[in-house]
């Protein structure tokens, strides 16, 4: 089995695979239609489970789901997915989980900021910096195998700790926040 992550966004998504060893393939930035193309065709290969760091569903009502209310329950700040500035990627989510639902793959809802706290990677790092890119890398180094020379961008680092998270719930090491209305897969507290 592979393990696929994806920093879904408007313009060029993050893109990550992950083998059973947590060895990294090929991380890559690209446009909707090639990261769906890609995962199908990878698909025929092997059985894939696919984590998307966007929302999967839409609230019932209002801007918040009740997954987002667990997380934030949690410490856990995230963005909510029925807010008119964040409308476009929970589109895309709901569009790309429904495409590959259709080929008989896999999808899940993650988090990567949710693991990069659980799991202790930079925790603390501001991903839009340069130093906080830094020490997310350093610390997803310890989990992750292959992890290329210099500093990835945080898209990258997001699809890469999207695929980290489809990896662990797989092993059994994630835990479901879920409600009526959507499910977020956040690794489960104090394995590190």
């Known amino acids: 089995m592979k393990y696929v992550g994806i920093d879904l966004s408007t313009r060029k998504s993050g893109y990550a695979v992950l083998d059973e060893r947590c ?3 090929s991380p ?3 446009d909707f239609d090639h990261l769906l ?7 025929k290969k092997e059985p894939l489970l696919v984590a998307i760091d966007a929302p999967l ?16 329950r949690l410490g856990i700040s995230c963005y909510p997915p029925g807010a008119p500035f964040f409308r476009k ?7 790309l989980r429904c495409a590959l639902e259709k080929k008989g793959i896999q999808a899940i809802e993650v988090y990567p900021y949710a693991t990069r706290l659980r799991c202790n990677v930079g925790a603390k790092a501001k991903k839009k910096t340069l130093q906080g890119r830094r020490q997310i890398q350093n610390d997803l180094g310890k989990l992750v195998v292959g992890l290329p020379e210099g500093i990835l961008s945080h898209h990258l680092l997001d699809a890469i700790l999207a695929a980290y998270t489809a990896y662990l719930a797989a092993h059994g090491m994630a835990e479901n926040l879920s409600g009526a209305d959507g499910t977020i897969v956040i690794p489960k507290k104090d394995l590190f």
């Open 23 to 25: 060895r990294l393939t």
């Open 28 to 30: 890559t930035l690209l």
């Open 37 to 43: 193309d890609t995962t199908i065709d990878l698909h």
């Open 57 to 72: 569903t839409f609230p019932v009502t209002g801007v918040w789901r009740e997954c987002e209310l667990m997380l934030r």
């Open 89 to 95: 990627i929970t589109e895309l989510g709901v569009s």
